[in-house]
């Protein structure tokens, strides 16, 4: 754990609200490794399921981690499709994504997501995500504002097609600057990399937790990028409170995913979407008229 010194006049503002103080998770998914044996049933499943996951960068990592793994545990591979045609059929099998919205600008991912699924796409998915990135978040953020926003468009979108599972993805963390120059840069009052927007994290993700974790299907990134496989949480502390980062063996440029940090969340990735229930669709009007 690492201490972060002279923070408390400068991050006063963005500590959790008193109600969001939660103690750090400690799931399973992030605490344990993933058995090569569920890697590959999760992979199996997938290949008669239909996804959606819209992301930017760190989600194209974690493809990239599952491509790994299909010819590592010998399972059958789902087929990655770009969305370009909201329209388009996908057939089962199909791991579908798109670069949605822009990076720094949220709520437009959020807007380009939902045009994309109430476009046709949501006819053609059994299961569909919308991750945000790190970038996304700085220490001025209005997590809460955010989460809200999130929130309703993630309601609406469920109202109106109650045939998908809409699964919730908590917010990538960054690693900590340390050592000599973190210290220099507290010294001189400038902000040391990954302190204030990792307490906007959490902020948002602690929302996420509160709100639908144990509720609705919801998938840890962070507490994944911040466990390590024996469970060890990599934190900082700012005013006495310990807060999430990601390990900096999972990043070499501390923020994407290298190979190993692929590697251990698209494990969890995979295992976790495939063991999701399938939601039934309604059948056609015509069929109900001529069982």
């Known amino acids: 754990m690492q201490s972060v ?28 490794q993933v058995k090569p044996d569920e890697t590959r049933v999760g992979l199996e499943r997938l290949s008669h399921r239909r996804v959606f996951f819209g992301h930017q960068s760190v989600g194209g990592n974690i493809l990239e981690g599952v ?14 499709v770009e969305v370009k045609d ?49 970038i996304d978040f700085s220490s001025g953020t209005d997590a809460k504002a955010l989460f809200e926003k999130y929130r309703a468009t993630l309601a609406g979108l469920k109202t109106r097609h109650p045939g998908v599972t809409f699964v919730h993805v908590t917010a990538p963390l960054t690693t900590v600057q340390r050592g000599a120059r973190a210290w220099f840069n507290e010294l001189r009052g400038r902000p040391v990399f990954g302190v204030g927007e990792n307490v906007s994290r959490e902020a948002f993700n602690a929302l996420m937790r509160q709100t639908y974790g144990g ?29 999430p980062a990601m390990v900096p063996a999972y990043s070499d440029d501390g923020g994407h995913l290298n190979a190993q940090g692929q590697a251990r969340v698209a494990s969890a990735f995979v295992t976790f979407l495939g063991a999701l229930p399938e939601t039934p669709r309604e059948a056609p009007a015509s069929a109900k008229a001529n069982p």
């Open 215 to 243: 509720k609705e299907p919801l998938f840890d990134l962070a507490a994944l990028e911040s466990s390590q496989a024996d469970g060890t949480r990599e934190t900082f502390d700012v005013n006495g409170r310990a807060y």
């Open 67 to 80: 491509r790994g793994l299909t010819s590592a545990a010998n399972a059958p591979a789902p087929a990655f």
């Open 86 to 134: 909201a329209t388009a059929t996908l057939k089962p099998g199909t791991f579908a994504h798109a670069l949605v919205g822009q990076n720094e600008q949220p709520e437009t991912k959020l807007a380009h997501f939902e045009q994309l699924l109430d476009s046709g796409l949501a006819k053609q998915v059994d299961v569909a995500l919308l991750k945000f990135c790190y």
């Open 5 to 32: 010194r002279g923070f408390p006049a400068r991050l006063g503002a963005l500590l959790l609200p008193g109600a969001l103080l939660m103690a750090l998770p400690q799931s399973a998914a992030a605490t344990a």
